[in-house]
């Protein structure tokens, strides 16, 4: 699959059916963070992949109210770092720009493979490290929700995550994000 059709192909899919997690499939998409670039290959990226049925149960307690679909992954990847483990460049703190370029070819890669791999925010992140052994030190970035694309909508969803299951949340146009040679004011 080009990349194009792999990014067009991602979605942040809610509704999952279960998928066998094997060590080959974490060294798959593992290998593709691997080989991201990053500020003076600091590869500042780390992360866990939980799928033990009892570690995924206790993920679930600490998800948001709103996550409950995340209850039928068949495996949650911990995205973890600090600041300290890539360039910091004056104020320029580069560890989110670098892990997220990471995660952003382990979820195309688990695409094209024909996974969802839906990234996730909604969850306390202080019991989510206890859980999964991170480092206090650390900060727990996300969380990725692997499983199948299920055709049967999950029914905890909320009526427009439903419709987040049929078509893509709409996107700005692409007029309000770029600029040609000059940032043009007004500006946010
Ligand atoms: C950093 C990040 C955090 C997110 N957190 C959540 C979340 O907590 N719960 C959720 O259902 N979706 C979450 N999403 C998914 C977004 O809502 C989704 O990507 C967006 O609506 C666009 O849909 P699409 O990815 O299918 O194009 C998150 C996505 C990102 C990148």
Not at 96 to 106: K, N, P, Q, R, S
Not at 136 to 142: E, Q, T
Request: glycine share 4%; with cysteine; hydrophobic share 40%.
């Amino acid at each position: 699959m080009s990349v194009k059709k792999t990014i067009e192909k991602r979605r942040a899919h809610r509704s999952l059916d279960p998928v066998e997690i094997t060590r080959d499939l974490i060294e798959d998409l593992a290998e593709t963070a691997r080989i991201t670039p990053s500020c003076a290959n600091k590869q500042p990226w780390r992360f866990v992949f939980a799928y033990d049925k009892n570690m995924l149960n206790e993920l679930f307690t600490v998800l948001s109210v709103g996550n409950k679909w995340v209850e039928k992954a068949s495996m949650i990847i911990g995205v973890f770092s600090k600041p300290e483990n890539d360039c910091i460049i004056g104020e320029r703190l580069y560890y989110l720009f670098d892990t997220g370029m990471a995660t952003a070819f382990l979820i195309l890669r688990a695409t094209e493979l024909g996974l969802v791999a839906h990234p996730i925010a909604g969850f306390k992140e202080t019991p989510a490290k206890e859980i999964l052994g991170i480092p206090k030190n650390m900060r727990l970035i996300a969380l990725i929700a692997v499983g199948k694309h299920s055709e049967v909508i999950n029914p905890v969803l909320s009526d427009s995550m439903k419709l987040g299951e049929k078509q893509r949340p709409p996107r700005k146009s692409i007029d309000e994000f770029i600029h040609v040679n000059k940032v043009k004011e007004p500006i946010n």
